[in-house]
Each structure stands twice: as structure tokens, then as C-alpha cells.
């Protein structure tokens, strides 16, 4: 059978891969994306940071996205054994965006890839990538369709946006275990039914248990009265809490005081998901002829909301230096790509461990902080985790350490009773 070509080949029309067809389609590259599912699916991944309006805007979605009437959110609120706070994202250190939204995600990836699709890429539904050919030049890709029938596409550069389907990780021989510990994550849907005046629909709400360390939920309102509730804890925690996934859902919301409150009249709207073993890292982001962008690479937690900020970040980094490659020019991925990208990822993964150890829930619920100090927090949480001028970013650890270490102890909420 012939073989078709084009220049770039992209794996998934998640956000990853949308951006990035759109900002090569613009450059007038052909570029083919390759989708497995149909068109509008579900996906998890709902609550976006600032960072994000600005890759949308460089590579010409944001209009699109603006389109969809998405929930504004201004910020992150937590509650713990009774406290209350939040951070603004308005007010933070780094220039740029300070609200972004929340969104269904089912809707905002189609529109984003409806906008690839305008701006000039092609986009084929129904349709895995099975098998992959390295090459610098002419990289060749297996597809293979709803029907079964099997085809070979020739490209003179490939990139994996393929997510949680990690197709050139695996095909590649990329794979390379998290040195984060394995979670789990049980979600729904709701009508939330929330009619309480003190209730930001603003910001991510989110929960950490009163007695287990290292349980947390999110609450993520959406612009139609429905909400995304989740709960992320070990895997034994969970199976010990119920019979099935939505009675172990709802068993670990009753224990948090604030979601149980809120969500009393609440009502399921899907089933409940399941993500399990989610973290995930690679060798190398890059190949020859090849780069993996978003989850297709690392993919660390869902605590901050990073993953769609991550997946923009660097379809964005990417694809100036595919064009730049494809006109001739030669691209050293190592350090034009890979080094640059994992320097904000490592800032998330730095906030990612403290959240877990316990150092940033002291952080962030220590009273009487100064405000300096709240907006460096909230510049990496709205996802400028790429800015050194932040302290918080250049030496994330050392920092992180240094303000933990000045929390007392009287001013951080105290364990009430467990119960029984
Ligand atoms: P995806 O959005 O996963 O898109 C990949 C696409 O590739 C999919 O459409 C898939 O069908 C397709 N594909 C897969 N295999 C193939 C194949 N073989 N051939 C063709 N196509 C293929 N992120 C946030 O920003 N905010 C959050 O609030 C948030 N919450 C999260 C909660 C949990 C529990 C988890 C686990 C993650 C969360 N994330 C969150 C992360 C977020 O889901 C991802 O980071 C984000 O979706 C990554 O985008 P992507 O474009 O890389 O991949």
C-alpha cells in the first residue's frame, strides 16, 4: 500500500496536541493529528492555571477557548480540620494572566482542536497509533482504524501528545518508573446544589482529611451547576472505605466536615472514575525525529492542577523548534526543550512533595504570613513555575524548607479526635 506523508504526524487531540497543531498549522506546516477516541469524550484534568491563557493566546486558541463560557477561577481554597484559606491568583508575584477556568473537558478539547482544525491541521477521530519507526528524517507511524484496517504515515517529524496512552514511552523504550509514590484517584461528576453564601465558585476548593495525612479532595465547580469532586489516597485507604468505587467516594467525602457540609444535596451526574498509578516519567523527552509533549512524557500529580499548564507549556516549546528543525535549521533538544521544560516541571514536583511530607499545608495554613511570601506562593500555584526571578522557583527546596521550618506549631490547625 502507499505510503501518506506530512510533515508533522501528531499522536492525540488532547490540549497538547491541539496547541501544538494549531501553532505549526499557522505556520503553514501540513499537520496530521491522530485521535483515538471520538470526539467529545471525557476527560479529567479540569481546573486550569493562569499560565495556560497565555500558550493558548501564542498559539491562537485562546478565542476558541473563550468561546465555551468556561467558569472564571481566580484561585486555590483549602480547608482543614475547620480552617479556612485561600490563595488569589490576582495577586501574585510574576507578571502575566491571574484568572483561567475551569472547564469541562470534554468541551474544551473539542474546541481546541475544532481551532487546530480551523487554523489548517488535519485531524483523523477513531484512529490509533500502534506502531512507530525512529527516524531524523522520515519518522513512519502504524495507524489503524475503527474498521481494524492498518496504514503506514510518513512524517518528517512526529510528536506524542498521546497522555496517559504514552505510545512513544512505550514504543520507544522510554518508560522510567515516578520517584513519586503510587496514588489513586476516584472522581464523579455532580449537580452540586450548593446554596451556601460563604462558597467561592471562583476557586478549586480543596480538602485535606482531618486524620489521614496525605488524603485530599478537590471540588471544581463548573459554569452550569454541575461540579468535578474527587478524593486522592492510597490505594489500601480506599479499597478499606466501601464495597465499590462511588460508596468509597462518598464515604471519604462524609469525613471531611467542609465538602460533607457543602455537598449534602448533591446528586452523581456520571459514575464514578478511577486513575490509579497515574505518575509517570521517561528517559528522554526527545528522539530522533520525535519529542513527547504532556502527559506522553511526565506526568507528576493532580494536586496543583499542573497537567494541562505542563501539556501547553510544552507543546508550545516544541513546536518553534519543529519548525525551525523542518526548514532546516539544526535543534538541539536536550537543551533548547527537554532542560528548559523539566526546570518548571521540577518547581511543581518540589510543591507536589512538600503537599504530601506536610511542609506546604503548614505553609499555606500558617496564619499572620506576610504578603510577600503568599504571593510567591501563588505565582507558582497559578503556574508561573518557570519564573526564576521567583525565589520560590530558583531554589524551590531550600525555600520551601526554610519557611516550613519558621511555622509554630500554634498556628496551623490541630488534629481534632479521629472518629470512630
Ligand atoms: P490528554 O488530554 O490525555 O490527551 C491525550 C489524547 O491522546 C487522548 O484524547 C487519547 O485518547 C489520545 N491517545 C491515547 N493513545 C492514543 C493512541 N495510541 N493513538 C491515538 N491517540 C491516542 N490537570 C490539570 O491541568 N488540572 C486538573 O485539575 C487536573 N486534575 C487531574 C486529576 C487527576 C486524578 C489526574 C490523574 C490528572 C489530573 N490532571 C489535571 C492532569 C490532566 O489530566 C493531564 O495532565 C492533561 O489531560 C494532559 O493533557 P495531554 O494533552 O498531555 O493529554
Known amino acids: 500500500a502507499q505510503i501518506e506523508n506530512t510533515d508533522v504526524a501528531i499522536i492525540g487531540a488532547g490540549p497538547a496536541g491541539a496547541a501544538a497543531a494549531a501553532w505549526l498549522a499557522r505556520k503553514g506546516l501540513r499537520v496530521h493529528v491522530i485521535e483515538r477516541t471520538q470526539f467529545p469524550r471525557f476527560s479529567i484534568g479540569e481546573s486550569l492555571l493562569p499560565q495556560c491563557m497565555v500558550h493558548l493566546e501564542n498559539c491562537g486558541l485562546l478565542e476558541a477557548a473563550t468561546a465555551g463560557g468556561f467558569q472564571v477561577k481566580n484561585g486555590a481554597a483549602f480547608t482543614w480540620r475547620g480552617s479556612d484559606t485561600a490563595i488569589d491568583f490576582r495577586d501574585k508575584f510574576s507578571p502575566g494572566p491571574g484568572t483561567t477556568w475551569q472547564v469541562e473537558r470534554a468541551d474544551f478539547d473539542q474546541r481546541l482542536i475544532e481551532g487546530a482544525v480551523a487554523a489548517g491541521a488535519s485531524v483523523e477521530f477513531d484512529t490509533r497509533v500502534e506502531d512507530f519507526h525512529a527516524d531524523p528524517v522520515a519518522p513512519r507511524l502504524t495507524l489503524v482504524d475503527a474498521q481494524g484496517h492498518s496504514r503506514q504515515l510518513q512524517a518528517r517529524f512526529v510528536l506524542d501528545a498521546s497522555g496517559y496512552g504514552r505510545v512513544l514511552s512505550r514504543l520507544a523504550g522510554l518508560s522510567k518508573a515516578s520517584t513519586l509514590e503510587s496514588r489513586c484517584a476516584l472522581f464523579t461528576h455532580i449537580e452540586d446544589r450548593i446554596d451556601c453564601s460563604d462558597y467561592d465558585r471562583e476557586k478549586i476548593l480543596i480538602g485535606l482529611h482531618p486524620q489521614h495525612a496525605g488524603v485530599w479532595y478537590w471540588l471544581i465547580p463548573f459554569s452550569n451547576g454541575r461540579a468535578s469532586v474527587g478524593v486522592v489516597a492510597s490505594q489500601e485507604a480506599l479499597q478499606a472505605a466501601g464495597a465499590d468505587d ?24 456520571r459514575d464514578t472514575g478511577r486513575l490509579e498509578g497515574y505518575s509517570a516519567d521517561v528517559t528522554s523527552l526527545h528522539g530522533p525525529g520525535f519529542a513527547l509533549l504532556g502527559n506522553a512524557g511526565e506526568f507528576l500529580d493532580p494536586v496543583f492542577s499542573s497537567g494541562v499548564t505542563i501539556a501547553l507549556d510544552s507543546a508550545l516549546r516544541a513546536a518553534p523548534l519543529v519548525e525551525r528543525q523542518l526548514h532546516g535549521d539544526s535543534v538541539d533538544w536536550q537543551t533548547e526543550f527537554e532542560q528548559p521544560l523539566r526546570r518548571g516541571v521540577a518547581t511543581f514536583r518540589e510543591f507536589v512533595e512538600a503537599w504530601y511530607d506536610g511542609r506546604l499545608p503548614r505553609i499555606i495554613f500558617s496564619a499572620n504570613q506576610p504578603p510577600r511570601i503568599r504571593q510567591l506562593i501563588s505565582s507558582v500555584l497559578a503556574g508561573y513555575a518557570w519564573d526564576l526571578a521567583n525565589p520560590l522557583v530558583a531554589a524551590s527546596k531550600r525555600r520551601l524548607d526554610a519557611l516550613a521550618a519558621s511555622v509554630t506549631e500554634s498556628s496551623v490547625p490541630a488534629a481534632q479526635q479521629p472518629d470512630t
Open 246 to 269: 462511588e460508596s468509597r467516594l462518598w464515604h471519604f467525602i462524609g469525613q471531611e466536615p467542609r465538602l460533607a457540609a457543602l455537598l449534602a444535596r448533591a446528586t452523581p451526574v
